[in-house]
């Protein structure tokens, strides 16, 4: 593995080539000097796997590092190293992932050997998975028979109460199984179905999918809330509260098994109709959840003026919150804002046991993610169940 260190200090970079070579580490090579650096990356970049970059250097920082390895459409992994506080560590990572460079970690000097190591296997993993391919821009009327077809599948992602580990509810997320492209996640046609009038047909279809899978695990004794994402657009049409609930009225499903999660990705077009909409879905019985809480347009205003009775966590700060004071302040306040309001707290992207652990003792209600489980199909869940089952059994059993 091809790997560039970026820093001033000759001790450091010596000590750190040493504890890359010791860890496997072929092909290092230094640069005490950013410029030197650059220089060298717009001639190697497809060679360079992996940069370690030092943020305070005397003639280029790492902001303005990052700032050049977008310039060179860099497509490696990136590792920020610094002695600097954390937070702008993260500060400058965030960036860098704004600008679609990967960055792989940060790492606060000394390195320690323990996190140097993890680093490099998370990166060895990385290059085994396939990346999805860019199939291209599609077309409205694609989209349009997609929706009108049988080419929508929708995965479940599993949430689980805190206080009990049990099975609370399921997310439902969109797929589209597009005949030449494969399977195309909702981030690729969810804008398209917006700006092309498709968007109300397209929550339509996914809640009644949702809606009929939610009745088949009833009758099979299985008893779980339903959350289906709404865009801000369906949220203009103001007999939307009439079509959710005739749909829930034909299949057979009480309002309050849905769970309606309202993401922000845009700002409300008619502020007046949304606040019409919401209101009234809320009066017949829906439960209304603010996705994403804390990014986007989502914002105190919103939780003073619409009838939610959930937030949402976003996963950016959820994962590592344990651990990290600056993110565990902003869940912990969070939390304990909602419980005043009387709202309940759903939190996703949990990846570890430390964070369900750290959820739980916070009072947190509701916990999804990767370490609970990946979206999956209907069927897959019902297998998943007994051994998750069995994990929160044994977890319990520890814990006593």
């Known amino acids: 593995m091809n790997t560039l260190l970026i820093d001033d200090d000759p001790l450091a970079l010596k000590l ?15 640069c005490e000097r950013a410029e030197e650096a650059m220089t060298l990356l717009k001639t190697q970049s497809e060679a360079i796997e992996l940069v370690f970059c030092d943020l305070q250097m005397p003639d280029i920082d790492g902001v303005e590092c990052v700032r050049h390895l977008v310039d060179i459409g860099y497509s490696g992994s990136l590792v920020l190293v610094s002695g600097e506080d954390g937070r702008i560590l993260k500060a400058v990572a965030k960036l860098a992932q704004a600008h679609q460079v990967h960055v792989l970690g940060v790492l606060h000097k000394p390195i320690k050997n323990g996190q140097l190591s993890e680093l490099l296997a998370s990166h060895a993993a990385r290059k085994t998975v396939p990346r999805r391919a860019d199939q291209g821009t599609f077309e409205p009327a694609e989209l349009a028979r997609a929706i009108a077809g049988d080419e929508l599948i929708v995965h479940y992602q599993p949430k689980v109460a805190l206080d009990s580990g049990a099975l609370f509810g399921v997310e439902s997320l969109v797929r589209w199984q597009h005949p030449q492209a494969g399977l195309v996640y909702p981030d690729r046609f969810i804008t398209l179905a917006e700006d092309h009038g498709l968007i109300d047909a397209l929550t339509l279809a996914v809640l009644a999918a949702a809606l009929r899978q939610s009745r088949r695990w009833r009758d099979a004794g299985l008893d779980l809330q339903v959350a289906v994402n709404v865009s801000m657009d369906n949220l203009a049409a103001l007999d939307f509260p009439e079509s959710v609930a005739q749909l829930a009225s034909e299949i057979g499903v009480e309002p309050s098994r849905l769970v309606l999660e309202v993401t922000e990705s845009r700002l409300m077009k008619d502020v007046r109709a949304s606040l019409d909409v919401l209101t009234r879905l809320r009066l017949k019985g829906f439960s209304l959840s603010i996705d994403d809480f804390g990014t986007g347009y ?14 949402k966590l976003d996963r950016s700060f959820v994962h590592g919150a344990a651990g990290d004071a600056s993110l565990g302040a902003i869940v912990e306040a969070t939390i304990a804002m909602a419980r005043q309001l009387g709202m309940k707290t759903v939190a996703e992207g949990v990846e570890d046991q430390a964070d369900l652990d750290y959820l739980r003792a916070q009072g947190c209600d509701v916990a999804q993610g990767y370490f609970i489980a990946r979206p999956m199909l209907s069927a897959d869940l019902l297998r998943w169940r007994p051994a998750w089952e069995s994990r929160r059994c044994e977890s319990a059993a520890t814990a006593a």
């Open 298 to 311: 989502s914002s105190l205003a919103q939780l003073r003026d619409i009838p939610f009775d959930e937030l």
């Open 16 to 30: 750190l080539t040493r504890q890359l070579e010791r860890l496997g580490c072929v092909g290092v090579q230094q």
